[in-house]
């Protein structure tokens, strides 16, 4: 550039104490309302989910098959005594229910987000890393996972794996967790291979290594603030993406399998009934829009947060 | 592709003598000034006591503080400092393209041509921008639409306010675009930006500017993120067309250098406020702000044969919220003393025509002669 | 352009050929077989019956007969309904699927969109809050949550539409909507997203130097430069549709092929089932190409590289 008015910093002007990038951001977050809120419903979910059978008032599976009989052999209503949400036509408590299905949910958040890290940033990455030939063969690969029916594929594997070892196991959630992470890593990879790519290439990382920074610093003090928030943003933004597929699923009858109450499932039992007792529908159907809600706000505010293009702007 | 064209400089351009369109425009221009039209005031642009400020989060950032200065009909004059000094919010204010929110216009007025920019409604601001006001904005690469050609980006203000038929219009920018240096202008109107190199963007932009023979141009930081060679094809052709048009040019710019070879009279802006004004000689030869003297102290001379480092101005400027009341510069002012810091000076005049300096220690009982 | 439009058509057999091979090869490991549902049927008659359909052949002859049957157009018979081939089946269904499809698509685009730039124009005020609150609404309910609500208060409380089937337009409605609902609502976020992002672009602020009208300003510069993004999401948004259809399809009864998708894996229908993640892999992969030409044909940046 031109401009030969080159300002040093000095000690009187300083304009602020710099914080570090994490910390500015979690500062840009925790100013977004809606990111607040999204942090709130998330944390009561896992709250719920890791929590859940301490606070609920009675174990999920258990019948009370007396009060049943007293209602005519129908399910509670809410507001009854000992069942705050009612319960559902086999006497078992719909909270109690629907806190083992946060319970489902929360371990869906993480064990597919898991997947999705353990296939996505590896490939995404070594894609990015190598260029050429392996890279053309990556992309072509995620082409076809991208052309994949995600929904058939998660059924077709599912219901191929449901008498294994492996099929039973989490009551038969873990395969589902695991397809579901299958046709989930390719949008991770291909972001981990575009950061890579605009990463090796940038002025800063060039400079860092010229003025002799070790890897192990250009990584962590570079290439993770850089290149980590894009995929944490879709991390985050993948995980009700997940839980509104395990929903769908066990709607549709495949993955978790009885007494366990997945909110899709009790949302399909509660179908029945729908006439006469909505809230075995209404109840499982806001305990999801909660969770996608939380979910999404919480990455919106991250991206807001980490959005290094909003950086020092007004 | 773009290579080539730019070799053409724009001396090259073919001059105004071969067109005969240009006679037209020519002969508007002289019937205008015949008319006494557009002579409304004593000075094409009055800025007085221009506050624009951005209310942010972190508080109001007093971006341009109490700012006044003249441009005269035709006059080119260069508005200098550093990046965030608030010379660009001066011309975003003039047009009033402040974004808002955050920005607004706080106080002062803006006389242009004898109206009061600030009290005009939105319809008339509208009416004003693109037909009297032409703008350059810094960054060639971002400051044209990438989804629409050029003949249509440059279009589109003549359409709006020229009310030309469709043939006339194309004639128009086929014109300009010839009058701007690029080659082949008949063939080029159905590009798009990215076909362009920076430099040939940036006449594009000027094309735009001028597309309704604006009475002034704002051209802010017109060169910066030009190479230097084709910085002074630019800057060139900047100065040929305002003269012939008779177009005033408010020129932005970081580079004193820059302001020295276009201006007759500078302001140089720091920290929201004009610190110095006057005649570019007397600016050069002896400024009496310690802050322009950094400013040229860190030009590179040709003269320079003590091979001493190039000199730059310690420090950052102060950031604009709740400003103390005191110098502005003094933190990183090596003249400072006690006065500096309790209140702060005033523009006031110094030897030399239309001088004026905003420091205590220059003024005639200063402590530097 | 016409080369790189043929390349990526082309690009769609490999896709297809690896789908079907991890599909058969799947769907194949799967136990139990098409005769399950018959509960006392023979052991001879069921060999009788393996026979007859090839599936005692070896699976990679048996992948072999049916990708030689599938090239010519042979889909091969049912095994659930074994008067009707699976040609017959799809042939049946496919237009109503399609047609759902295509309807679901119009209204999410044509709702979507506007929400998106009325959200952003009227950015942090009323309209913002609305069109924002209309976006979380859809993003919040499941496709089967919408159905099942949809129909319980639009059909069986008003009765302003009919529970099921799909038998005129007036049929239609209701399933169109909640599997519109979702897409409508990442279009919004999308577009709306976008237009915030384009307006603080510099080249805003040259049209607004130009002294063009605002409206000439919204729709020249901001919108046209907005959608080119989302675009990228309308991909993604017919896959959804794709496999949303199938739920909806259920819950509404409709007479379509997506249906066929969930029982045929529960019934072992092998060729069915194939059919069906064939149509739904192209479909996918078809449409994709679509929105990458219409990509490019919006952004001329990459129309010309």
Same mark, same amino acid.
């Given at each position: 550039?031109?401009?030969?008015?080159?300002?040093?910093?000095?000690?009187?002007?300083?304009?602020?104490?710099?914080?570090?990038?994490?910390?500015?951001?979690?500062?840009?977050?925790?100013?977004?309302?809606?990111?607040?809120?999204?942090?709130?419903?998330?944390?009561?979910?896992?709250?719920?989910?890791?929590?859940?059978?301490?606070?609920?008032?009675?174990?999920?599976?258990?019948?009370?098959?007396?009060?049943?009989?007293?209602?005519?052999?129908?399910?509670?209503?809410?507001?009854?005594?000992?069942?705050?949400?009612?319960?559902?036509?086999?006497?078992?408590?719909?909270?109690?229910?629907?806190?083992?299905? +946060?319970?489902?949910?929360?371990?869906?958040?993480?064990?597919?987000?898991?997947?999705?890290?353990?296939?996505?940033?590896?490939?995404? +990455?070594?894609?990015?890393?190598?260029?050429?030939?392996?890279?053309?063969?990556?992309?072509?690969?995620?082409?076809?996972?991208?052309?994949?029916?995600?929904?058939?594929?998660?059924?077709?594997?599912?219901?191929?794996?449901?008498?294994?070892?492996?099929?039973?196991?989490?009551?038969?959630?873990?395969?589902?967790?695991?397809?579901?992470?299958?046709?989930?890593?390719?949008?991770?990879?291909?972001?981990?291979?575009?950061?890579?790519? +605009?990463?090796?290439?940038?002025?800063?990382?060039?400079?860092?290594?010229?003025?002799?920074?070790?890897?192990?610093?250009?990584?962590?003090?570079?290439?993770?603030?850089?290149?980590?928030?894009?995929?944490?943003?879709?991390?985050?933004?993948?995980?009700?993406?997940?839980?509104?597929?395990? +929903?769908?699923?066990?709607?549709?009858?495949?993955?978790?399998?009885?007494?366990?109450?997945?909110?899709?499932?009790?949302?399909?039992?509660?179908?029945?009934?729908?006439?006469?007792?909505?809230?075995?529908?209404?109840?499982?159907?806001?305990?999801?829009?909660?969770?996608?809600?939380?979910?999404?706000?919480?990455?919106?505010?991250?991206?807001?947060?980490?959005?290094?293009?909003?950086?020092?702007?007004? | 592709?773009?290579?080539?064209?730019?070799?053409?400089?724009?001396?090259?351009?073919?001059?105004?003598?071969?067109?005969?369109?240009?006679?037209?425009?020519? %002969?508007?221009?002289?019937?205008?000034?015949?008319? *006494?039209?557009?002579?409304?005031?004593?000075?094409?642009?009055?800025?007085?006591?221009?506050?624009?400020?951005?209310?942010?989060?972190?508080?109001?950032?007093?971006?341009?503080?109490?700012?006044?200065?003249?441009?005269?009909?035709?006059?080119?004059?260069?508005?200098?400092?550093?990046?965030?000094?608030?010379?660009?919010?001066?011309?975003?204010?003039?047009?009033?393209?402040?974004?808002?929110?955050?920005?607004?216009?706080?106080?002062?007025?803006?006389?242009?041509?004898?109206?009061?920019?600030?009290?005009?409604?939105?319809?008339?601001?509208?009416?004003?921008?693109?037909?009297?006001?032409?703008?350059?904005?810094?960054?060639?690469?971002?400051?044209?639409?990438?989804?629409?050609?050029?003949?249509?980006?440059?279009?589109?203000?003549?359409?709006?306010?020229?009310?030309?038929?469709?043939?006339?219009?194309?004639?128009?920018?086929? %014109?300009?675009?010839?009058?701007?240096?690029?080659?082949?202008?008949?063939?080029?109107?159905?590009?798009?930006?990215?076909?362009?190199?920076?430099?040939?963007?940036?006449?594009?932009?000027?094309?735009?500017?001028?597309?309704?023979?604006?009475?002034?141009?704002?051209?802010?930081?017109?060169?910066?993120?030009?190479?230097?060679?084709?910085?002074?094809?630019?800057?060139?052709?900047?100065?040929?067309?305002?003269? %012939?048009?008779?177009?005033?040019?408010?020129?932005?710019?970081?580079?004193?250098?820059?302001?020295?070879?276009?201006?007759?009279?500078?302001?140089?802006?720091?920290?929201?406020?004009?610190?110095?004004? *006057?005649?570019?000689?007397?600016?050069?030869?002896?400024?009496?702000?310690?802050?322009?003297?950094?400013?040229?102290?860190?030009?590179?001379?040709?003269?320079?044969?003590? *091979?001493?480092?190039?000199?730059?101005?310690?420090?950052?400027?102060?950031?604009?919220?709740?400003?103390?009341?005191?110098?502005?510069?003094?933190?990183?002012?090596?003249?400072?003393?006690?006065?500096?810091? %309790?209140?702060?000076?005033?523009?006031?005049?110094?030897?030399?025509?239309?001088?004026?300096?905003?420091?205590?220690?220059?003024?005639?009982?200063?402590?530097?002669? | 352009?016409?080369?790189?439009?043929?390349?990526?058509?082309?690009?769609?057999?490999? /896709?297809?050929?690896?789908?079907?091979?991890?599909?058969?090869?799947?769907?194949?490991?799967?136990?139990?077989?098409?005769?399950?549902?018959?509960?006392?049927?023979?052991?001879?008659?069921?060999?009788?019956?393996?026979?007859?359909?090839?599936?005692?052949?070896?699976?990679?002859?048996?992948?072999?007969?049916?990708?030689?049957?599938?090239?010519?157009?042979?889909?091969?018979?049912?095994?659930?309904?074994?008067?009707?081939?699976?040609?017959?089946?799809?042939?049946?269904?496919?237009?109503?699927?399609?047609?759902?499809?295509?309807?679901?698509?119009?209204?999410?685009?044509?709702?979507?969109?506007?929400?998106?730039?009325?959200?952003?124009?009227?950015?942090?005020?009323?309209?913002?809050?609305?069109?924002?609150?209309?976006?979380?609404?859809?993003?919040?309910?499941?496709?089967?949550?919408?159905?099942?609500?949809?129909?319980?208060?639009?059909? /069986?409380?008003?009765?302003?539409?009919?529970?099921?089937?799909?038998?005129?337009?007036?049929?239609?409605?209701?399933?169109?909507? $909640?599997?519109?609902?979702?897409?409508?609502?990442?279009?919004?976020?999308?577009?709306?997203?976008?237009?915030?992002? /384009?307006?603080?672009?510099?080249?805003?602020?040259?049209?607004?130097?130009?002294?063009?009208?605002?409206? $000439?300003?919204?729709?020249?510069?901001?919108?046209?430069?907005?959608?080119?993004?989302?675009?990228?999401?309308?991909?993604?948004?017919?896959?959804?549709?794709?496999?949303?259809?199938?739920?909806?399809?259920?819950?509404?009864?409709?007479?379509?092929?997506?249906?066929?998708?969930?029982?045929?894996?529960?019934?072992?229908?092998?060729?069915?089932?194939?059919?069906?993640?064939?149509?739904?892999?192209?479909?996918?992969?078809?449409?994709?190409?679509?929105?990458?030409?219409?990509?490019?044909?919006?952004?001329?940046?990459?129309?010309?590289?």
């Amino acid at each position: 550039m031109a401009t030969n008015t080159t300002v040093v910093p000095a000690r009187l002007a300083k304009p602020k104490a710099a914080a570090g990038p994490w910390r500015e951001a979690f500062g840009r977050l925790v100013r977004n309302k809606l990111a607040v809120l999204g942090l709130i419903l998330v944390s009561l979910l896992l709250f719920c989910g890791i929590f859940g059978p301490l606070i609920a008032p009675w174990p999920y599976q258990d019948q009370d098959l007396q009060a049943i009989f007293a209602n005519g052999n129908r399910p509670l209503p809410p507001l009854s005594p000992n069942h705050i949400l009612g319960t559902d036509q086999l006497g078992r408590d719909l909270l109690s229910r629907l806190l083992d299905g +946060a319970r489902i949910s929360v371990t869906v958040a993480f064990v597919v987000q898991f997947v999705i890290i353990f296939i996505g940033v590896p490939v995404g +990455a070594f894609s990015g890393w190598f260029g050429g030939r392996t890279d053309n063969f990556m992309m072509r690969l995620t082409d076809v996972f991208y052309a994949f029916p995600d929904l058939l594929f998660i059924i077709l594997l599912s219901v191929a794996f449901r008498e294994t070892v492996f099929g039973q196991a989490l009551d038969g959630l873990l395969l589902v967790f695991v397809a579901i992470g299958l046709v989930g890593w390719v949008t991770v990879a291909r972001l981990t291979r575009g950061q890579m790519l +605009a990463l090796k290439e940038t002025e800063f990382v060039e400079a860092a290594k010229a003025i002799g920074v070790s890897d192990r610093k250009i990584v962590m003090r570079h290439l993770l603030p850089n290149g980590m928030g894009p995929i944490i943003v879709a991390i985050t933004l993948g995980v009700p993406v997940a839980i509104l597929a395990e +929903a769908t699923l066990a709607y549709i009858g495949i993955g978790v399998q009885p007494p366990r109450a997945s909110w899709g499932s009790l949302i399909a039992e509660g179908q029945k009934y729908i006439r006469s007792e909505p809230h075995l529908v209404i109840f499982p159907a806001i305990f999801i829009a909660l969770a996608l809600i939380g979910f999404t706000f919480l990455g919106d505010g991250l991206r807001d947060a980490l959005d290094p293009k909003l950086k020092g702007k007004q | 592709m773009v290579n080539a064209e730019e070799e053409v400089s724009a001396a090259d351009a073919p001059t105004i003598v071969e067109l005969s369109s240009d006679d037209v425009l020519r %002969e508007r221009n002289e019937e205008v000034a015949e008319a *006494g039209v557009g002579q409304k005031a004593d000075h094409l642009l009055e800025v007085r006591g221009l506050s624009t400020h951005f209310f942010t989060a972190d508080g109001v950032v007093q971006a341009v503080d109490d700012v006044s200065f003249d441009v005269g009909y035709g006059e080119t004059l260069g508005l200098v400092g550093e990046s965030g000094c608030g010379k660009s919010v001066t011309a975003l204010s003039i047009a009033r393209l402040v974004p808002a929110p955050p920005g607004k216009i706080v106080a002062g007025s803006i006389l242009f041509d004898g109206i009061d920019v600030l009290k005009l409604s939105h319809e008339d601001m509208r009416q004003l921008r693109g037909k009297e006001i032409g703008f350059i904005f810094q960054d060639p690469l971002t400051s044209l639409n990438p989804t629409l050609t050029i003949g249509y980006q440059i279009g589109e203000s003549i359409k709006e306010h020229m009310g030309l038929s469709a043939k006339a219009a194309r004639d128009r920018i086929v %014109e300009l675009l010839d009058k701007v240096g690029i080659p082949r202008p008949a063939d080029r109107l159905n590009d798009y930006p990215f076909q362009f190199s920076g430099g040939m963007r940036q006449r594009v932009m000027i094309a735009i500017a001028l597309a309704c023979d604006p009475k002034l141009i704002l051209a802010d930081e017109p060169t910066t993120a030009l190479d230097v060679t084709i910085q002074a094809q630019i800057l060139e052709l900047i100065q040929r067309l305002s003269s %012939e048009f008779g177009t005033a040019v408010l020129l932005i710019t970081h580079d004193l250098g820059i302001a020295a070879g276009m201006c007759d009279r500078v302001n140089v802006m720091y920290a929201g406020r004009i610190v110095e004004t *006057g005649k570019v000689d007397t600016m050069f030869e002896s400024p009496r702000m310690p802050y322009a003297w950094g400013l040229l102290d860190s030009l590179p001379r040709i003269d320079d044969i003590r *091979g001493e480092k190039l000199r730059t101005i310690e420090g950052l400027p102060p950031v604009l919220i709740d400003p103390p009341v005191a110098c502005r510069f003094g933190p990183r002012c090596p003249y400072i003393r006690d006065v500096c810091r %309790e209140r702060e000076p005033e523009l006031t005049p110094r030897p030399g025509e239309g001088h004026l300096a905003r420091c205590f220690a220059t003024e005639p009982d200063g402590w530097i002669a | 352009m016409i080369a790189y439009i043929g390349r990526r058509l082309l690009w769609i057999i490999p /896709v297809l050929f690896t789908v079907s091979v991890i599909t058969f090869f799947l769907m194949h490991s799967v136990p139990g077989g098409p005769w399950d549902r018959e509960k006392h049927l023979p052991q001879g008659t069921q060999d009788r019956l393996n026979a007859q359909y090839g599936l005692d052949q070896p699976i990679y002859v048996q992948y072999a007969r049916w990708a030689g049957a599938f090239i010519q157009g042979d889909l091969g018979p049912s095994y659930r309904f074994q008067d009707r081939t699976v040609n017959d089946i799809v042939a049946d269904g496919i237009w109503t699927t399609v047609q759902l499809g295509v309807m679901a698509f119009l209204l999410a685009v044509a709702v979507g969109i506007p929400l998106g730039i009325f959200a952003a124009l009227g950015h942090n005020k009323a309209p913002d809050y609305i069109a924002t609150s209309i976006s979380i609404i859809g993003i919040a309910t499941p496709v089967f949550v919408l159905g099942i609500l949809m129909t319980v208060f639009f059909a /069986v409380q008003l009765g302003w539409f009919p529970t099921g089937g799909w038998k005129g337009p007036q049929y239609w409605v209701l399933p169109t909507i $909640a599997l519109a609902g979702f897409p409508i609502a990442i279009i919004a976020r999308y577009t709306r997203a976008s237009m915030l992002e /384009v307006t603080r672009k510099d080249y805003i602020r040259t049209a607004q130097s130009k002294g063009l009208r605002d409206q $000439a300003v919204v729709s020249r510069h901001m919108i046209r430069n907005a959608l080119i993004p989302v675009v990228t999401i309308l991909g993604p948004t017919l896959a959804f549709l794709v496999t949303g259809s199938f739920i909806i399809e259920r819950i509404f009864g409709i007479p379509g092929v997506g249906q066929y998708y969930i029982t045929a894996i529960g019934t072992r229908d092998y060729s069915l089932l194939m059919a069906m993640t064939m149509l739904y892999a192209f479909a996918v992969a078809f449409l994709n190409v679509v929105v990458d030409v219409l990509y490019a044909y919006i952004d001329p940046r990459i129309r010309y590289s």
